[in-house]
T-cell receptor
Framework: GAGVSQSPSNKVTEKGKDVELRCDPISGHTALYWYRQRLGQGLEFLIYFQGNSAPDKSGLPSDRFSAERTGESVSTLTIQRTQQEDSAVYLC?????????????????FGPGTRLTVL | AQTVTQSQPEMSVQEAETVTLSCTYDTSENNYYLFWYKQPPSRQMILVIRQEAYKQQNATENRFSVNFQKAAKSFSLKISDSQLGDTAMYFCAFILNTDKLIFGTGTRLQVFP
């Protein structure tokens, strides 16, 4: 597609419920990233995928958070047993490549985000 | 620790004037990239400008330019001929070879007519 898309745009859920957030990266982009943006804050890294390599999960705040990616396309971020502190905007980004060394630094293009509200 | 500091939570400028947003960062690495992203109310993060740390020449992109001072670890953004559409949150960020963008807390810019 022309850009990164995310769904849903907004999600309201009750504390304790599970939620799934979806990201469709730019076609041909091998790297995909998830970030979290709390109200009035900058973005915090959560997880990234590069091709078929094991994902870097070092930013996930707890074991209630998990993410999957199908090949080099769609990714789903799942939050189990949601808590009120999970309320935030969840942003997805993709880039042509990543992987350290001479390949790092490719521009990351962001989707519009999913605003999650946990009541 | 890798950090980015944006010391101006809010800035305002009159249309057609020039404004400079400041950013400092901290890293012990020598090779990295720096970015300014714009986030309008739509939430979409839009790349404004990008700078390779190994390049001494300051990046420019139309009305946007940076003042990159590597020794001082400073990366300010200058917006010339400000337009109403420039109203947004502006985030400074950098990336190491870990591929994770590290963001500042942002500066809210309001352009007045």
């Amino acid at each position: 597609g022309a850009g990164v898309s995310q769904s849903p745009s907004n999600k309201v859920t009750e504390k304790g419920k599970d939620v799934e957030l979806r990201c469709d990266p730019i076609s041909g982009h091998t790297a995909l990233y998830w970030y979290r943006q709390r109200l009035g804050q900058g973005l915090e890294f959560l997880i990234y995928f590069q091709g078929n390599s094991a994902p870097d999960k070092s930013g996930l705040p707890s074991d209630r958070f998990s993410a999957e990616r199908t090949g080099e396309s769609v990714s789903t971020l799942t939050i189990q047993r949601t808590q009120q502190e999970d309320s935030a905007v969840y942003l997805c980004a993709s880039s042509r490549t990543s992987g350290g060394g001479a390949l790092f630094g490719d521009t990351q293009y962001f989707g519009p985000g999913t605003r999650l509200t946990v009541l | 620790a890798q950090t980015v500091t944006q010391s101006q939570p809010e800035m305002s400028v009159q249309e057609a004037e020039t404004v400079t947003l400041s950013c400092t960062y901290d890293t012990s690495e020598n090779n990295y990239y720096l970015f300014w992203y714009k986030q309008p109310p739509s939430r979409q993060m839009i790349l404004v400008i990008r700078q390779e740390a190994y390049k001494q020449q300051n990046a420019t992109e139309n009305r946007f330019s940076v003042n990159f001072q590597k020794a001082a670890k400073s990366f300010s953004l200058k917006i010339s001929d400000s337009q109403l559409g420039d109203t947004a949150m502006y985030f400074c960020a950098f990336i190491l070879n870990t591929d994770k963008l590290i963001f500042g807390t942002g500066t809210r810019l309001q352009v007045f007519p």
